[in-house]
């Protein structure tokens, strides 16, 4: 069965203080790790998707990177808009599905 | 284009009644997929569609919830008889195709809360 682990559950920082989100999987065969992100009272937003280890990808002040245990998403000089839940999730095996961790909540201080 | 869309957006019912919830794909997308959000859980996957057929029903709690699509496209959820269990955030999504790796689009979710 495939398992998401997401870490810290909660994170404070000060604005333009730069830190990393983790996510630990185990999946039998991952075929994509996927990054959210979720504003309170709305659907997860599509941020990226990993195939392999070794591979990044950015966006902004978001980059996300992968091995074969598990992913970061890294935030560099976060702002307060960047407040919102993060979510992984893995896809693996001949499943269709996604596999969810319980998602990191990040709160940035102005 | 257009998102995913969802309706209601808020159902507040009684305990015992059955309640349906709606998921409008984005035009084109032949995959949909229900997940559940409880409070402090991450999201469950319930069901998933290629075209109209559902392959994998396995998240499915129990035989009161049950989905259909029509048309390749509108997806409806029911669950019948509900419990105050079932309160939670019910979130569809769609993308290109299953089988492989397509991103999935999340629409805004019904928030379903069972008195």
């Known amino acids: 069965e495939d398992q998401v682990t997401q870490s810290p559950e909660a994170l404070r920082l000060q604005e333009g203080e730069s830190s990393s989100l983790n996510c630990s999987y185990t999946?039998?065969?991952?075929?994509?790790l996927f990054w959210y992100r979720q504003d309170p009272g709305k659907g997860p937003e599509f941020l990226f998707t990993l195939y392999s280890a070794g591979e990044e990808k950015e966006k902004e002040r978001l980059k996300a990177t992968l091995t074969k245990k598990e992913s970061f998403l890294h935030i560099t000089a976060p702002k307060p808009e960047d407040s919102a839940t993060y979510l992984c999730a893995v896809q693996g095996g001949a499943n269709s599905k996604l596999t969810f961790g319980k998602g990191i909540t990040l709160s940035v201080r102005p | 284009g257009a998102g995913v869309s969802q309706s209601p957006s808020n159902k507040v019912t009684e305990k015992g009644k059955d309640v349906e919830l709606r998921c409008d794909p984005i035009s084109g997308h032949t995959a949909l997929y229900w997940y559940r959000q409880s409070l402090g859980q991450g999201l469950e996957f319930l069901i998933y569609?290629?075209?109209?057929?559902?392959?994998?029903k396995s998240g499915l709690p129990s035989d009161r919830f049950s989905a259909e699509r029509t048309g390749g496209s509108v997806s409806t959820l029911t669950i019948q008889r509900t419990q105050q269990e079932d309160s939670a955030v019910y979130l569809c999504?769609?993308?290109?195709?299953?089988?492989?790796?397509?991103?999935?689009?999340f629409g805004p979710g019904t928030r379903l809360t069972v008195l």
């Open positions: 999504a769609s993308s290109l195709a299953a089988g492989h790796t397509d991103t999935q689009y």
């Open positions: 999946v039998s065969g991952l075929r994509g």
């Open positions: 569609f290629q075209g109209n057929s559902a392959p994998d």
